[in-house]
């Protein structure tokens, strides 16, 4: 089903009304849609040409690129969702990856403005190069990353639709059709997963092979923001588990301010009993922002020398004195060494 909501054309009391009806909808098949400037072509007719190269089965609930502040209210509310930018909508992208919930490789930037080199900084904002879909010159994107997609567009508004074919017909993408549409229902986990905290989620983009269950956070998917280990502990408790699952990366630890009496080796125990052939590894949290603005590197480094005294691979370096929520750096350099750990 394709649902169109254009906020360009309905007032708040429009809004209201039909957010309601999406409400408990799984994210993992709803595509928000960001159109470009509507002087040529209305936002709900551009939102038509992209529906022409969709599959059945998906929602898209499209935004008018001047409403970030409803953009950002529905994104918040459907963590995971599929976002596709085109035109002059991709310049949210930098808006769009500081929200709770997004992930970047589940954007797409159709046709991005690069004349005069225009939106360079697209390029750096984690998004991987192949979900660039760019047509035969600046004006429509060329440039603007080194190893893009080609749109295939016969010109800028046929792009959406011959980008959209791309999108869900690609087989060798992490993001199959199959998956965005039941990521959450999948009978197998990923071999290697990521456990924790809110910063599971940039480990996650900060690593090729290591992978949250969901990307909505949630006991079953065990992970979850602002939780700690005492929340962990009992998620995996009431998780049916799996033997198929050979690496876990445990990201936990901030949320209760590194207290060495959390109870690491009972979670280290209750992990191997319900994912008997994983290898444990302990992402080190961050420190020096929030509740934790007093906690000293020592306190950190005792709290997960817990971890290996259970067996569990502490991986360097630590996420550290910062901010955590972001796709910052240090996720990489995390990423690649947590990669590195694994075949």
């Known amino acids: 089903m ?6 360009n054309d309905y007032i708040w009391e429009n809004f209201s009304y039909e957010y309601s009806t999406l409400e408990g909808k799984s994210s993992s098949d709803t595509i928000v849609f960001i159109g470009g400037i509507v002087k040529y072509m209305s936002t709900e007719r551009q939102t ?31 963590p995971g969702s599929i976002i596709i ?3 002059r909508g991709c310049q949210e992208a930098p808006n769009l990856i500081s929200i709770e919930g997004v992930k970047p ?62 999108i869900f017909s690609s087989r060798t993408s992490k993001n199959t059709t199959s998956e965005l549409i039941s990521e959450s229902s999948k009978s197998l986990l990923p071999k290697n997963i990521i456990i924790g905290d809110s910063q599971s ?26 939780m ?20 876990i990366a445990i990201c936990i630890g901030t949320n209760g301010g590194f207290n060495p009496s959390d109870g690491i080796s009972g979670l280290v125990t209750n992990i191997e009993n319900k994912f008997p052939n994983a290898k444990l590894f302990a992402v080190q949290g961050s420190w020096n922002w929030g509740g934790n603005l007093n906690i000293k590197e020592e306190k950190v ?29 240090i996720y990489k350099i995390i990423g690649k060494n947590l990669d590195n750990k694994v075949q």
């Not at 440039?143 to 959209?164: C, E, K, M, Q, Y």
């Not at 989620?201 to 602002?226: H, M, Q, T």
Request: aromatic share 12%; glycine share 10%.
């Open 201 to 226: 989620r940039w480990v996650d983009w900060g690593s090729e092979k290591f992978k949250r269950i969901s990307d909505s956070g949630s006991e079953n998917a065990l992970w979850l923001g602002g």
């Open 2 to 7: 394709i649902r169109i909501l254009n906020f």
């Open 85 to 87: 930018c085109f035109s």
């Open 301 to 329: 480094k005792n709290y997960y020398s817990i971890f290996s005294t259970n067996k569990v691979e502490v991986i360097e370096p630590a996420i550290g004195p910062i901010e955590p929520h972001g796709p910052l750096p």
């Open 105 to 166: 490789d589940k954007i797409y930037m159709i046709e991005p403005y690069h004349g005069n080199n225009a939106n360079i900084q697209l390029g750096k904002l984690g998004i991987p190069e192949k979900n660039f879909f760019v047509g035969p010159n600046a004006a429509r994107g060329k440039g603007i990353v080194s190893n893009p997609s080609n749109s295939n567009g016969r010109d800028h508004f046929d792009a959406l639709t011959t980008s959209a074919r791309q």
């Open 228 to 247: 700690g280990l005492k929340w962990l502990n009992n998620a995996v408790i009431k998780h049916s588990g799996s033997t198929e699952v050979k690496n």
């Open 48 to 78: 038509k040409v992209l529906e022409k190269g969709l599959p059945s089965g998906f929602t898209v609930i499209s935004f008018g690129y001047i409403n970030f502040a409803n953009i950002k209210s529905y994104v918040e509310k459907n």
